[in-house]
């Protein structure tokens, strides 16, 4: 299976996770391909500490194939500099990657003008290739509302309409600026967003989006829960909208399955650290997704196939693991399935 979206930590932050560690967890829940996001510590925003993540990662000689994204900032020419790197080290270098909202590692591009730069940016360099935004608008932000013992609230200060707005801008403003690459909207969280996505579709944007296991299996009530730390940008959010989501799985009508994967310690999570380790909640919904009808086809679409497709990978078998135990794999068995502490989370 191939997992687009994953924070691997390492270097300044190996006590939170190390490529080798990351990569072991992978494999073992079935994921044997990886899309890294670049707000490590340092940030991969720049040749050096690009070049050294792939030499990292290919010294451990994992069976996990290993793509990095880009990070993606205001200055001109850092733009241009990734977009040559993007060109020269594909598919090492798998796309870029923008933040339209702050999220963990500060950096948010946050102003449509910011945005409208490197999108015309973009288009004037020629770049045809994947732009994976994390999309939430900084202006509906409410800080105010958020209780820090009460990781529910979390949906409250980072409302729906933040990213319903931010989807909508950088639709608009790909429009204007002449964006001829593919927008891949991560971790949607949000049905409303993903009608926004299905109209520039049908419209002949490139774009896509992808559902994390934790926004398709887990509500904000689940976050209620202190002892889950089920708290992540963008929230979990109300029981309808995570219904909506897994039923849109279930329909095809999202392009994959992300994990979001972004392990903290225990200690930064108390301190209100946003992300938790995913790799077994993919094996989770895979298995929710399994009982509720979904066919090998649809499956094999959500966990690789059509990312190969969009990201211009050279086209390969997606192993599903297990497939025929996950088919009666008990809830209890389910949630020890294998190592990390999304399995902690509670299955509906």
Same mark, same amino acid.
């Given at each position: 299976?191939?997992?687009?979206?994953?924070?691997?930590?390492?270097? +300044? @932050? @190996?006590?939170?996770?190390?490529?080798?560690?990351?990569?072991?967890?992978?494999?073992?829940?079935?994921?044997?391909?990886?899309?890294?996001?670049?707000?490590?510590?340092?940030?991969?925003?720049?040749?050096?500490?690009?070049?050294?993540?792939?030499?990292?990662?290919?010294?451990?000689? &994992?069976?996990?194939?290993?793509?990095?994204?880009?990070?993606?900032? &205001?200055?001109?020419?850092?733009?241009?500099?990734?977009?040559?790197?993007?060109?020269?080290?594909?598919?090492?270098?798998?796309?870029?990657?923008?933040?339209?909202?702050?999220?963990?590692?500060?950096?948010?591009?946050?102003?449509?003008?910011?945005?409208?730069?490197?999108?015309?940016?973009?288009?004037?360099?020629?770049?045809?290739?994947?732009?994976?935004?994390?999309?939430?608008?900084?202006?509906?932000?409410?800080?105010?509302?958020?209780?820090?013992?009460?990781? !529910?609230?979390?949906?409250?200060?980072?409302?729906?309409?933040?990213?319903?707005?931010?989807? &909508?801008?950088?639709?608009?403003?790909?429009? =204007?600026?002449?964006?001829?690459?593919?927008?891949?909207?991560?971790?949607? !969280?949000?049905?409303?967003?993903?009608?926004?996505?299905?109209?520039?579709?049908?419209?002949? *944007?490139?774009?896509?989006?992808?559902?994390?296991?934790?926004?398709?299996?887990?509500?904000?009530?689940?976050?209620?829960?202190?002892?889950?730390?089920?708290?992540?940008?963008?929230?979990?959010?109300?029981?309808?909208?995570?219904?909506?989501?897994?039923?849109?799985?279930?329909? /095809?009508?999202?392009?994959?399955?992300?994990?979001?994967?972004?392990?903290?310690?225990?200690?930064?999570?108390?301190?209100?650290?946003?992300?938790?380790?995913?790799? &077994?909640? *993919?094996?989770?919904?895979?298995?929710?997704?399994?009982?509720?009808?979904?066919?090998?086809?649809? %499956? @094999? +679409? %959500?966990?690789?196939?059509?990312?190969?497709?969009?990201? /211009?990978?050279?086209?390969?078998?997606?192993?599903?693991?297990?497939?025929? =135990?996950? +088919?009666?794999? !008990?809830?209890?068995?389910?949630?020890?399935?294998?190592?990390?502490?999304?399995?902690?989370?509670?299955?509906?």
């Amino acid at each position: 299976m191939i997992d687009t979206h994953v924070h691997l930590r390492d270097w +300044q @932050q @190996q006590n939170k996770e190390t490529l080798a560690h990351g990569f072991e967890v992978a494999y073992a829940c079935g994921v044997d391909e990886v899309f890294d996001m670049p707000n490590t510590q340092p940030a991969l925003t720049d040749e050096e500490h690009i070049l050294k993540r792939i030499a990292d990662a290919a010294s451990l000689r &994992s069976p996990v194939r290993y793509h990095l994204y880009a990070g993606l900032t &205001s200055d001109e020419k850092q733009i241009t500099k990734v977009v040559q790197l993007a060109k020269a080290l594909f598919p090492s270098v798998i796309g870029l990657k923008l933040f339209a909202g702050h999220s963990t590692g500060n950096m948010g591009l946050v102003g449509e003008d910011l945005q409208s730069f490197v999108y015309r940016k973009l288009a004037e360099l020629d770049y045809t290739g994947v732009v994976a935004v994390h999309c939430e608008k900084e202006s509906l932000l409410h800080p105010e509302l958020e209780d820090p013992l009460d990781y !529910s609230t979390h949906s409250l200060a980072r409302p729906v309409a933040a990213e319903v707005e931010s989807v &909508s801008d950088q639709i608009r403003i790909i429009k =204007e600026c002449g964006f001829k690459g593919h927008f891949h909207v991560c971790h949607l !969280s949000s049905i409303e967003a993903l009608h926004k996505i299905e109209a520039a579709k049908a419209e002949g *944007m490139r774009i896509s989006c992808a559902v994390t296991p934790h926004h398709a299996l887990l509500s904000s009530e689940d976050a209620k829960d202190h002892d889950l730390y089920a708290k992540m940008n963008p929230p979990l959010r109300s029981e309808t909208e995570r219904s909506s989501l897994f039923a849109a799985l279930l329909d /095809g009508r999202v392009d994959w399955i992300e994990t979001d994967h972004a392990p903290h310690t225990l200690e930064d999570k108390e301190k209100g650290a946003c992300g938790i380790p995913g790799f &077994s909640g *993919m094996v989770l919904l895979v298995k929710k997704l399994i009982e509720q009808g979904a066919s090998h086809a649809l %499956l @094999q +679409q %959500l966990l690789g196939e059509k990312a190969h497709q969009i990201y /211009g990978l050279e086209k390969r078998e997606i192993f599903i693991p297990a497939y025929d =135990e996950l +088919q009666g794999l !008990s809830d209890k068995s389910a949630a020890s399935y294998p190592f990390d502490s999304y399995a902690k989370l509670r299955l509906r």
